[in-house]
């Protein structure tokens, strides 16, 4: 599943005396392809990271550096942190960056215990109606969240949840997408060694809290990282369902200062920097989930 | 689908034969025995999962279509009104202009998506010094918020940013990629296509990495060339991807809002002519004033044509098949 980690990086050059390239046939890589291939991949990388680093340069420009200068520059001439003072001066951003940690980490813990003891259920428990839940979370899964934002605010409001984080975290708490990727990672176990705990006495926690769990770890981390995400990056339901600006998480904020400051460039990339930096640091250091996630995503989807 | 129907009648009840309870349990009433022991009826772990999707999913998703019927607004209960919000609907130019941009996204944005990242993972594809590097940099824009990397691409399409700064170096002058609406839709197409090429990117490398390497030679032994070989060889075979990855991007592309939203603000651009439908939703519906019937009439829409587009690609798909 994870592609990207388990070739490496390079390949063992032959012992000759000048190291060749080779493909993953053993046949040497010509010298022009090779050339050919990494023009190409520095071109799409300016393409992908370049706006990323655009935005980091932007954000160090001091205030009296002309940014709109053409040609542009594109390094900062003195570079200063100036303008990430000035964006927590401007709006509480450190009070939002700790609201988005609540939500996702709420997000995470939910997301991790709902599904994984919901799809322990449909995977090994027996019971009747089994057939039926999954089918609600097929439904709901195929439902998308877009066409009942309104009636999941309505809903908010009846309970009194409009306008909190809880009320942000509640409608993701335990995706259905997930409860079904722990069913099936659940499924592929063997249910011989769960068997035997049976026989030897174990109820149904132990099963779950000792065996079972402890096999499934890798689809959990990758429930926990797109919970994380999703959470961190979502912006259509806390937009909708937070109005008090004390409230609000850092997608919501940046909104609200790329909204009322629009024209202090400077102002606004501070503020995406500090909302973007923490998933990329996450995604340097966890890039394996993320790509397993896909892969797992993209069969259920 | 006896089963099924037991259990919708009476939810809380734990099975009565089961291999999974040890048989020294003495057959009592559940309540007592929950009380007694750990509790080990299964409905208690589908009980968390089951009651936020039931509350915040699929009551909502009920409670749309009913709304859609209604003149409810969001502090006055509403009255059964039929159709009329689909009837206002017809009338309404916000909605058709609504339909027609979400539908041009769709058009714009799924047949980029599902070709580009396909090109992109042959780039990567090989094992070549660096290539790791190479393969998390491309997938960046995928973990960035939708926001941020909206607000990236303001900044660089602004009037006086990055592109047209550049553009007007090298003598093509500005363009207004922010006010024109038409630019902007491209815009902001552009900026759906460059956060989702990273993500289709890995499907597809998982898809090559299954596409039998004797294949590409037998090709190349009868002399076909690169591109020959890509069209006879990897499209056939990555082809039920290349499906799964139209269905994904359609669906989202439909749904657009924050792109949009981002780019060209709240009431989407110039005399709004650049509103989505989900746009439309979300300002119809929210607020003091929301109209929430009418704002679940759209959403439904939403829903219908998201349900059509996804099975119109499987179609197309199994019509292929045969």
């Known amino acids: 599943m994870s592609l990207v980690q388990k070739t490496p990086a390079t390949r063992t050059p032959a012992p000759a005396r000048r190291p060749r390239l080779t493909d993953d046939n053993g046949r040497r890589v010509r010298a022009w392809e090779l050339i050919l291939r990494y023009v190409l991949l520095l071109a799409v990388l300016a393409l992908t990271v370049g706006p990323f680093l655009w935005q980091l340069s932007t954000s160090l420009k001091g205030p009296t550096e002309d940014i709109f200068s053409s040609p542009p520059k594109f390094l900062p001439s003195h570079p200063t942190l100036h303008n990430y003072e000035r964006v927590s001066q401007t709006i509480p951003v450190w009070d939002y960056a700790l609201n988005s940690l609540k939500v996702a980490t709420a997000n995470v813990v939910t997301n991790c215990v709902g599904s994984a003891l919901a799809g322990y259920a449909l995977a090994r428990l027996r019971y009747r109606g089994r057939r039926a839940t999954t089918v609600v979370f097929v439904l709901a899964m195929l439902v998308p969240a877009e066409s009942i934002v309104i009636a999941q605010f309505t809903t908010m409001r009846d309970l009194g949840l409009n306008n909190t984080l809880v009320g942000v975290v509640l409608p993701g708490a335990v995706a259905a997408m997930n409860v079904l990727l722990m069913r099936n990672a659940f499924l592929n176990l063997p249910y011989e060694i769960e068997e035997a705990a049976y026989v030897d006495g174990a109820n149904v926690w132990q099963r779950f809290l000792r065996i079972a769990l402890p096999s499934v770890k890798g689809t959990l981390a990758v429930v926990a990282i797109f919970a994380f995400m999703g959470a961190w990056d979502d912006f259509l339901w806390p937009l909708i369902v937070l109005s008090d600006p004390s409230k609000f998480t850092l997608t919501i904020g940046l909104n609200y200062l790329h909204g009322t400051f629009a024209n202090d460039e400077r102002l606004v990339a501070a503020g995406t920097v500090i909302a973007v930096a923490p998933l990329i640091a996450l995604f340097a250091c966890l890039q394996r989930y993320f790509f397993r996630g896909v892969g797992e995503g993209a069969v259920k989807g | ?322």
């Open chain 2, 1 to 322: 689908m006896a089963t099924s129907t037991a259990s919708r009648t009476r939810p809380s009840r734990p099975a009565r034969r089961s291999p999974w309870r040890p048989a020294r349990h003495p057959a009592g009433r559940p309540v007592s025995r929950v009380r007694r022991q750990l509790p080990t009826s299964p409905w208690l772990f589908a009980a968390p999962g089951l009651l936020i999707t039931g509350a915040f999913i699929l009551y909502p998703f009920v409670s749309t279509v009913i709304n859609a019927f209604t003149d409810r607004r969001t502090l006055i209960p509403g009255r059964f009104v039929g159709l009329a919000n689909f009837r206002e609907l017809l009338h309404d130019d916000m909605f058709w202009t609504g339909l027609r941009n979400s539908a041009l996204y769709v058009v714009g944005v799924v047949p980029a998506l599902v070709v580009l990242p396909l090109l992109l993972a042959l780039l990567v594809q090989k094992n070549i010094p660096g290539i790791t590097f190479f393969r998390s940099a491309f997938y960046t824009p995928v973990v960035a918020s939708i926001v941020v990397v909206g607000l990236i691409w303001v900044w660089l399409l602004d009037e006086r940013g990055l592109v047209n700064s550049l553009l007007e170096t090298i003598g093509v002058g500005k363009v207004g990629f922010l006010s024109d609406q038409w630019l902007l839709l491209l815009s902001a197409m552009t900026v759906t296509v460059w956060k989702g090429l990273g993500y289709y990117m890995i499907i597809y490398l998982a898809a090559l990495a299954n596409v039998p390497r004797e294949l590409h030679e037998a090709a190349a032994v009868d002399g076909a060339g690169a591109v020959r070989r890509f069209l006879t060889v990897t499209v056939p075979a990555v082809r039920s991807t290349m499906v799964l990855v139209a269905a994904l991007s359609s669906v989202a592309a439909f749904k657009v809002f924050s792109e949009v939203y981002l780019m060209a603000g709240p009431s989407g651009g110039p005399a709004g002519e650049d509103t989505t439908l989900v746009m439309l939703v979300q300002r119809t519906g929210t607020g003091l004033t929301g109209r929430v019937g009418y704002a679940s009439a759209i959403s439904l829409v939403v829903f219908v044509v998201t349900v059509v587009l996804m099975l119109l690609v499987l179609r197309a798909d199994r019509r292929e098949d045969s």
